[in-house]
């Protein structure tokens, strides 16, 4: 079957569609709408567009304000020409188009990143605090914290000494840990810390082995 196609046929030769998702059909209902001089018949052309447009996006209607979004669409599609009754205000442009403010980067500078802004947060709670039985709780719980993360960062040994060296740093020599506390030894962390997926791969192999005797 030989069907000529003409230079108009090419979407490269169209006008630039608005907004593609919707379509060319939806393009062309809008400047049809544009076209009707009756206000009352315009209103119920565009009635029928958000139908269609709303059938075209089923996915989206359990979204909040959809309608709201199907007008604010059907208005930028006539590039804001569109004069009609809307249960919305209209869309300015400026609003539209206004670019989303650049986010500024933290200020806040951490001295040590292995362990990170959740410590220097504890450390600064653990500083305020009146009650001293608490207050040493806390300190010993964030110095076990602190040496399970840097392990976890490091994943090499590390002296308790330099992790209450580090505490005293970070708390401008205002914590301590009570002479008679004692980490955990790095072993242990280091076993808390190691993946469990080895284990499972090495058990499916054993099953494959035996599976494959059998």
């Known amino acids: 079957m030989n069907q000529e196609i003409t230079e108009k046929d090419y979407n490269s030769r169209r006008p630039l569609m608005v907004i593609p998702e919707y379509g060319r059909n939806i ?15 315009r209103n119920t052309v565009a ?33 804001y020409q569109l004069d009609v009754d809307s249960p919305y205000p209209k869309p300015l442009p ?17 001295k040590f990143k292995h362990y990170g802004h959740i410590v220097e947060a504890l450390i600064n ?8 039985k608490e207050k040493q709780a806390l300190t010993q719980e964030i110095a076990a914290m602190m040496k399970r993360s840097y392990l976890l960062w490091n994943k090499e040994s590390v002296d308790d000494e330099q992790i209450i060296k580090d505490l005293k740093i970070l708390s401008d020599g205002k914590l301590d840990v009570s002479a008679d506390f004692e980490f955990d030894s790095t072993n242990q962390i280091l076993a808390k810390n190691k993946p469990k997926t080895s284990s ?15």
């Open 200 to 214: 499972s791969n090495n058990n499916n192999r054993r099953r494959k082995k035996r599976s494959k005797r059998r």
């Open 47 to 79: 009635q029928a567009i958000i139908t269609v447009m709303g059938n075209l996006n089923q996915h989206l209607r359990d979204v909040p304000d959809f309608k709201h979004k199907l007008w604010d669409h059907l208005y930028i599609i006539s590039n």
């Open 94 to 110: 400026e609003v539209i188009n206004e670019k989303p403010k650049p986010l500024g980067y933290p200020k806040h500078r951490i």
């Open 27 to 41: 393009q062309k209902m809008v400047e049809f709408a544009l076209s009707v001089e009756d206000r009352e018949e």
């Open 125 to 132: 709670k653990a500083i305020e605090m009146e009650d001293d």
